[in-house]
């Protein structure tokens, strides 16, 4: 109980309140709502979440029921406040768990997720993923957003236009550690493959060079003068 009430709920539905009155329909405002798989990760911890799921998988699909209503909560509290996408972080990364996992304790769950949440859903899991790709672009979500373990072009090839992609530009090493020109070889990897969304592919490195993130939108603007010309 008065879980959208805590201060730190607040201060995210606020802030997407205050940005919806400033920009207005000019840009989107991106909210993120946790999916129940990640949020079971931090619930009962990453190891024994995992074994669970090994040994006792009904316990472990009734443990995801539980906290989809969260992800839920929480997703439509951003809609009313003002978000015109969410993200939906799920980690079932091919780090951690096998391609099987996704289909056997998550789809359906997704695809409820875009029943549910009236705006364009997100998908983002970290990590190698190209061997469940086919099954999350059967969940409904509008697009998801991969991890650079993934090179554009097999990851176009796993989903079959069957979902938009969002990515995947490498954040510790481009974009942390690297220079524009750089930045602007792994857009135009990802546009000459045809993924419809260029962004980094997870949380920014708060010391990252402000002109290699503008470098990714400027390596945009190259490709397609490019493209145009030839």
């Given at each position: 109980s008065g879980f959208l009430e805590h201060r730190d709920n607040v201060a995210i539905t606020r802030s997407i309140n205050i940005l919806k009155d400033?920009?207005?329909?000019?840009?989107?405002?991106?909210?993120?709502?946790m999916g129940p798989w990640t949020l079971a990760y931090h619930?009962?911890?990453?190891?024994p979440f995992l074994l669970k799921s090994i040994d006792d998988p009904e316990e472990t699909r009734e443990i995801l029921r539980k906290l989809m209503d969260i992800t839920i909560l929480f997703g439509q509290a951003q809609i009313d406040s003002g978000a015109d996408v969410l993200v939906v972080p799920d980690h079932a990364t091919g780090d951690l768990v096998s391609g099987k996992y996704y289909d056997e304790f998550l789809l359906h769950l997704?695809?409820?997720?875009?029943?549910?949440?009236?705006?364009?859903?997100?998908?983002?899991?970290?990590?190698?993923?190209?061997?469940?790709?086919?099954?999350?672009?059967?969940?409904?979500?509008a697009a998801f957003h991969f991890d650079s373990k993934n090179a554009p072009q097999e990851a176009m090839d796993a989903v079959n236009n069957k979902i938009s992609l969002v990515g995947n530009i490498n954040n510790p090493e481009t974009l942390y550690?690297?220079?524009?020109?750089?930045?602007?070889?792994?857009?135009?990897?990802?546009?000459?493959?045809?993924?419809?969304?260029?962004?980094p592919?997870?949380?920014?490195?708060?010391?990252?060079?402000?002109?290699?993130?503008?470098?990714?939108?400027?390596?945009?603007?190259?490709?397609?003068?490019?493209?145009?010309?030839?």
């Amino acid at each position: 109980s008065g879980f959208l009430e805590h201060r730190d709920n607040v201060a995210i539905t606020r802030s997407i309140n205050i940005l919806k009155d400033e920009v207005k329909d000019e840009v989107a405002i991106f909210g993120k709502t946790m999916g129940p798989w990640t949020l079971a990760y931090h619930v009962f911890g990453v190891e024994p979440f995992l074994l669970k799921s090994i040994d006792d998988p009904e316990e472990t699909r009734e443990i995801l029921r539980k906290l989809m209503d969260i992800t839920i909560l929480f997703g439509q509290a951003q809609i009313d406040s003002g978000a015109d996408v969410l993200v939906v972080p799920d980690h079932a990364t091919g780090d951690l768990v096998s391609g099987k996992y996704y289909d056997e304790f998550l789809l359906h769950l997704h695809q409820e997720l875009v029943e549910e949440l009236k705006v364009p859903l997100i998908l983002h899991i970290c990590g190698r993923t190209v061997d469940r790709m086919p099954s999350i672009a059967k969940s409904g979500m509008a697009a998801f957003h991969f991890d650079s373990k993934n090179a554009p072009q097999e990851a176009m090839d796993a989903v079959n236009n069957k979902i938009s992609l969002v990515g995947n530009i490498n954040n510790p090493e481009t974009l942390y550690s690297k220079d524009v020109d750089d930045v602007k070889k792994e857009v135009f990897d990802c546009l000459n493959a045809g993924v419809q969304l260029i962004a980094p592919e997870c949380a920014i490195p708060l010391k990252t060079k402000s002109e290699n993130l503008i470098a990714i939108t400027e390596g945009i603007t190259d490709w397609l003068e490019e493209t145009q010309n030839k």
